[in-house]
């Protein structure tokens, strides 16, 4: 299963710009920005300075920023803003810009004229003395930039690559208007709230230590019992719609991965390597040549597909250690892969399958907003183009047939075939990319795979990669900032504490631990000589969803006196009552019984 991969740093400003009015403004705001630095440091050297998603942000070869400088570069911005100077593009050979951004010492953008194709025009823009080489496009003059802020500074290294210069990066963003830009900001510092390695610290879910290495991850007892309930219920649902559960080993020969075209196409990603009785093996960064292994052991027929495997698989894959981020982005981590092989008539029945079952386990976790993707053919494929113009048209028939609405991805396929990517968005509006289902022409012809049609004749099966919710890790960093850290009943490590008010409730305090255990509950039980108000606080930074305070009349009543983390008081309930009614609340959802259609229905349709 392929893992998307973010965005590489562009060996040089090409300027892609989307041709909309927000894009071309934060664009022009990284040149502005670019202006402003070197009119602070005139020694600074310049890089490149696209627009992203979230802003733009621009490299600098210069000395480390402090975090006062934001305020000194944002004056300068509104210094060059004021003075409205118009962006004028202009069209040069290519030995002039060499002459000119040599003159100028830019080595960089040097270096980036002499990789332009010959076949491409060179142009570069300019606002009062700045220049930048640069395609566009920009807004008229710099008074069109309005709401801006600088955000960050973080380091990069040149064209992405570790063993060249490390650059200084500055981040940013742009907005049509100062209250779009509050909005925006507000986001950040939610974000920043909800940061899973924050959380991740605070509620001793996880750790990395730099003796096991950058980007591997030690699960902690409360972080593994988390990441523990979503696999339990990946498995019950996998066999549930007639998946058969596999396991793999965590190496293979080298020839396994020439075979699939890991080797070809995937080979930076490689992780490891080790020499075995003369032969090359390398650890494992994809669950699917393992599953292709498994049917090729035997012969199938025609009566045997869809043959459906599903494996929790722990895959290695190397990620420069600058783009190693918490859980997001490890070298490590268990992909929930699914394999089908199929007839190529069976194609239409389970890929929508596929997406039931993805969309209902999201809805699970209370992802219910969502956009799909078609992601089509990319440069370096693997194939026959005939060959992927069929898969692709399958999966169109496919989405346009459930009614679903979708987006292109061009070339943004796997090597081996075409896919349907699901994001989600989350409680503050980000979206992520989790789920998919990919379909793969390539790899049984590799293998040679065969099954026996009603005919007798020997015939190609279709391959299918599905991932519900992809890496657990990821998922897992997605779900600790989809909900702060309080996870759901459900899903929480303890769902309640026991508060003792007094030492002679203690005893007491312990009983009521014990029968909510004996419910199937996760309960601890706080007998510190602590004031209550001290122990309610380190429940609530502990974020557990029920605290049970006791004391003495509790003790002669037989009851408990619930409160929520969110702080609200219940009424008191008698022992037995309590435990029932928080036994039957944290029961592990049913997917696809908590479906609300309507809500299914506004945010892309639900499946037929």
Not at 123 to 129: K, R, T
Not at 436 to 459: C, I
Not at 490 to 505: D, G, Y
Request: glycine share 8%.
């Amino acid at each position: 299963m392929s893992q998307r991969k973010d965005t590489a740093v562009r060996p040089r400003d090409k300027g892609d710009v989307p041709n909309d009015p927000l894009s071309r403004m934060r664009h022009s705001a990284s040149h502005v920005m670019a202006d402003a630095v070197l009119r602070i440091r005139p020694n600074a050297k310049v890089a490149i300075g696209p627009s992203i998603e979230t802003g733009f942000y621009y490299d600098f070869d210069t000395e480390p920023f402090e975090p006062g400088d934001a305020e000194r570069i944002e004056a300068e911005m509104r210094k060059i803003i004021a003075e409205n100077l118009p962006f004028e593009r202009r069209v040069v050979s290519r030995d002039e810009a060499l002459g000119l951004f040599e003159s100028r010492g830019e080595k960089y953008k040097v270096e980036i004229i002499r990789s332009i194709p010959e076949t491409e025009e060179v142009s570069y823009f300019q606002h009062g003395d700045f220049i930048d080489l640069c395609r566009g496009p920009h807004v008229e003059r710099t008074g069109d930039i309005k709401a801006f802020k600088v955000l960050s500074f973080a380091g990069a290294y040149w064209r992405g690559d570790e063993r060249n210069a490390q650059l200084q990066r500055i981040y940013g963003t742009a907005f049509p208007s100062e209250q779009e830009l509050k909005d925006y900001l507000a986001r950040i510092e939610e974000a920043k709230r909800r940061d899973h390695r924050t959380l991740g610290k605070q509620l001793d879910l996880y750790s990395m230590d730099d003796l096991v290495g950058p980007g591997f991850i030690l699960w902690h007892p409360k972080g593994a019992f988390v990441r523990y309930q979503i696999e339990d219920l990946i498995r019950r649902e996998n066999v549930r719609r007639g998946y058969d559960l596999v396991y793999t080993p965590h190496v293979a020969r080298e020839q396994l991965l020439e075979t699939s075209g890991h080797m070809e196409h995937y080979k930076d990603n490689l992780f490891g390597g080790m020499e075995m009785d003369g032969q090359r093996y390398l650890v494992k960064p994809m669950n699917c040549p393992f599953h292709v292994a498994i049917y090729r052991s035997q012969m199938r027929s025609f009566r045997d597909l869809p043959l459906r495997y599903s494996e929790l698989g722990a895959v290695y894959r190397y990620e420069r250690s600058g783009v190693l981020h918490g859980l997001l982005r490890v070298r490590g981590f268990t992909q929930d892969d699914g394999h089908l092989f199929v007839r190529e008539d069976q194609i239409g029945d389970e890929v929508g399958k596929c997406l039931a079952f993805v969309l209902d386990m999201l809805d699970v976790f209370g992802f219910r907003d969502f956009k799909l993707f078609l992601a089509t053919r990319p440069e370096g494929f693997m194939g026959d183009p005939q060959v992927w113009d069929r898969a692709e048209a399958a999966l169109r028939g496919v989405m346009e047939g459930l009614g679903h609405s979708f987006e292109m991805d061009e070339g943004g396929g796997a090597f081996y075939g075409p896919k349907i990517d699901l994001k989600i968005r989350d409680a503050i509006g980000r979206e992520w990319q989790c789920s998919t289902v990919q379909l793969d022409f390539q790899m049984p012809v590799r293998f040679d795979l065969e099954y026996v049609a009603t005919d007798g004749s020997r015939q190609t099966p279709v391959m299918i990669h599905r991932a519900l919710l992809g890496s657990i890790e990821r998922f897992m960093a997605i779900l600790i900032e989809q909900y702060a850290g309080a996870f759901p009943l459900w899903l929480a490590p303890i769902q309640a504490r026991v508060l003792s008010v007094s030492e002679k409730a203690a005893v007491y305090a312990e009983e009521v631990a014990d029968r909510l255990r004996a419910e199937g509950l996760r309960v601890e039980a706080d007998l510190a000589a602590d004031k209550l108000g001290a122990k309610i606080r380190k429940a609530q930074m502990d974020k557990i969803p029920y605290m049970l305070v006791v004391g003495e009349k509790d003790m002669a009543a037989r009851v408990v006196s619930p409160r929520t983390r969110e702080g609200q008081q219940q009424p008191a309930s008698p022992i037995d009552e309590f435990a029932r009614r928080l036994a039957e609340e944290a029961r592990t959802p049913v997917p696809g019984r908590s479906i609300t259609p309507p809500a299914a229905a506004a945010n892309g349709g639900a499946l037929a």
